[in-house]
Structure formats: structure tokens, C-alpha cells
């Protein structure tokens, strides 16, 4: 199934739209199911931020949320995990994304909880 996983999932007013959104941590396995649209830039970031970005991530520091939005409201919640089961497209932080998937196809730390990845989902 090409669902996308929220662990850890709190439904929050995010604070500077008023907008109702899921905040947690990204199930690492569904990070590919997180589309880019056609119209958003996926390459042609810079190398150096880039780099910055995926060190900040095995360097234990804390990289801003993932956001997306889903085309649909097909969702379910069991023990504090959200499954999103309509196409999901990031909305902001397209760079972290890549960086992320980058960044695991050589990390052994991978599942370590210094290596997670917030994400929040707006209605």
C-alpha cells in the first residue's frame, strides 16, 4: 500500500495559520511515497546546503518539518500512528526530503532516533 505514516501523531492548530494539522515523525519506510509536484523544484538545489542538511541530520540536530498536503481525506489512526492512504505531496521542505533519502541510502543509523524526520500534515 502507498501509504504515508505519521508515528508519534498529534492533531495540533498550527499556530500561525489556524489550520488544524497532524504533527509527528515521519515513518522512514513511506518517505517515498511523499510525491513532488511537477511545478517544484526536486533538483538544482545547492550542494553546500545540501551537505549542511544532510550533516545536520547525522549530527543528531534538529531540520524543520517535512509539510505536506494529501488529495483526499482517506486516513486512519491506531495506537497514536496515522496512515494518510490518499496521494500525499510536499508542500514545504522538498530539499529535506532529498536530502533525506540521500542521506539514508548510506546510513546505518538509519531507524536511530537522532536520525527522524518531522513531518506535519494541513488540511
Known sequence: ?????????????????GEVVIRGVLDQTT??????????????????HTTEIVGAF????????????MRGQRCASKDGTWSLRDKCYCVDGGQRRLCRSHGAQGAARFEDPAWRQGLSRHH
Do not use: H
Open 31 to 48: 518517505l517515498k511515497y511523499i510525491n513532488m509536484g511537477w511545478y517544484q523544484r526536486e533538483q538544482g538545489f545547492s550542494q553546500t
Open 58 to 69: 547525522f549530527g543528531g540536530s534538529r531540520v524543520p518539518d517535512v509539510v505536506i498536503g
Open 1 to 17: 500500500m502507498t501509504e504515508v505514516r505519521i508515528a508519534n501523531a498529534s492533531i495540533e492548530e498550527d499556530e500561525p495559520t
